[in-house]
């Protein structure tokens, strides 16, 4: 089977564990069959490669996270970087072009499309693998239908011709208002579950009818030229070769703090206390402090970096507006070399701490309006400033001047940490380097 994974969003739901590098889909929560934490997208390719161990999969992202998914899955999977955030019908075509045209894929060859983040038993990918043979029929599109729970708008809706496990499609509605999803309802209507299964010839016609290109580099140069518009209303609503088939196993969205508490193993992970008032409660704390509930009924409380929350579990599916009135700097994010955590923000100065992997390096780079001060916290390695490299040990201070080229190559897992010194500070002051060996 060939998947295409769409992991594009932030996922603002889950603040303030996720931000715009570090989305819902790469945070640890989930626990997996031998106990360990899982992410979902690790969850998700862990129960496709169980149904088919031959699985190629393409995970569709942005640039920010392409360091999460290669630290979570290394180079078990494809990674189509999209340029900018334009609807799911241009990052469908773009890693179509890049399936035909990086990887050689044939025309003919059936490509499922599935979302990032279903929480779903393993049954549900052997059902997946059924659309493969449906498309292979002569059926242009072919679609996952889930057994609706309510009326909910969050959701688009398959209106089969028949009551068959395998039926052609008499309505689809991407995401309409209660009141017709209730009608849809009462029509029989499933959910759609987000997946899609089609040639790549198909993908590749309906990309060529919205814009000419004669290559992957050609439609990456005019991304931006692509209408901003999910799959669902360029493609689904608009195809009469549509059929679906039906899903009545374990379905759930894990896109909120109500509904991904629900499946916690544990009330709490990280450091809390809680007294036997409490009820229903559930707690994540990423902090190096601890947190005391007291008599707490159905809330939810998290705790990281970037904030804290604490809110009723149901009102919890509100939070986005809230989180988008916020103007703050990332404060936690996954790098290709490790990672980095915001400790201090103050006027003229900024302190991180940095986790550097074995082997890895930082850019070599420069700042034109900030000194440095690096403060080797554990590890060894080397750092290189302006050329002159320096062998690094716990203890040890590195002090760079604004405009001195810079880096730090660990030998071993070293922590540093990073104390950033002047009038302007931001994530656009930054030249990077080629490093001759």
């Known amino acids: 089977m060939n998947f295409i994974l769409l992991s594009g969003g932030s996922g603002k739901r889950l603040w303030p564990l996720s931000n715009d590098v ?3 889909q790469f945070i640890k929560i989930l626990q997996s069959e031998d106990g360990k934490y899982e992410s ?15 699985a190629s999969i393409t995970v569709s992202t942005s640039k920010a996270q392409v360091a999460a998914v290669h630290n979570q899955l290394e180079d078990k999977v494809n990674v189509c970087i999209e340029p900018s955030r334009r609807g799911t019908f241009s990052v469908i075509a773009l890693t179509a072009a890049y399936l035909q045209y990086k990887k050689q894929l044939s025309m003919d060859d059936v490509v499922i499309i599935c979302p990032i983040d279903p929480y779903v038993e393993d049954d549900y990918f052997t059902e997946v693998k059924k659309l493969e043979q449906i498309i292979k029929t002569g059926n242009n599109i072919a679609l996952m239908g889930i057994k ?19 039926s052609e499609v008499h309505i689809f509605k991407e995401k309409p208002d209660v009141e017709s999803a209730k009608e849809y309802l009462n029509s029989g209507a499933l959910w759609n579950g987000g997946i899609f299964a089609c040639r790549l ?6 990309a060529h009818e919205q814009i000419d290109f004669t290559d992957f580099e050609d439609l990456y140069d005019q991304y931006d030229k692509l209408k901003s518009v999910s799959f669902d209303r360029a493609v689904v609503e608009k195809e009469k070769n549509l059929v679906v088939l039906r899903y009545d196993g374990l379905w759930k969205d894990l896109s909120t703090w109500d509904a991904l508490s ?7 992970m990280g450091q809390a206390l809680y007294n036997s008032a409490c009820e229903n409660l559930s707690v994540v704390n990423e902090l190096n402090v601890p947190i005391l509930c007291m008599g707490l009924k159905n809330v939810v409380v998290s705790a990281s970096a970037e904030g804290i929350l604490v809110s009723d579990k149901q009102q919890s599916q509100d939070i986005e507006p809230f989180v988008d009135s916020m103007n703050q700097q990332v404060m936690f994010a996954e790098k290709s ?7 201090d923000v103050e006027d003229g100065s900024l302190t991180v701490k940095i986790s550097l992997n074995p082997g890895y390096r930082m850019n070599y780079h420069s700042h034109d309006h900030r000194d440095e001060v690096w403060t080797i916290i554990s590890g060894t390695g080397r750092t290189i400033v302006d050329g002159m490299e320096e062998q690094v040990k716990p203890g040890d201070v590195i002090t760079m001047e604004a405009g001195c080229k810079h880096t730090v190559i660990a030998e071993t897992a070293m922590q540093i940490i990073e104390v950033q010194l002047g009038k302007e500070i931001n994530v656009h002051d930054k030249h990077k380097y080629e490093l001759e060996d």
Do not use: H
Not at 40 to 54: A, E, F, S, Y
Not at 201 to 206: H, M, N, V
Not at 262 to 268: Q, S
């Open 22 to 24: 570090r989305a819902r």
């Open 40 to 54: 979902m997208i690790q969850r998700v390719c862990r129960q496709i490669w169980k149904v088919d161990d031959n």
């Open 148 to 166: 609706p729970v309510n009326a909910s708008e969050n959701y688009g809706y398959i209106i089969p011709k028949t009551s068959d496990i395998v």
């Open 201 to 206: 010839g198909y993908l590749l016609e309906k």
């Open 262 to 268: 629900a499946e916690m193993t544990e009330p709490v």
């Open 337 to 343: 070399w490790g990672d980095f955590r915001v400790l």
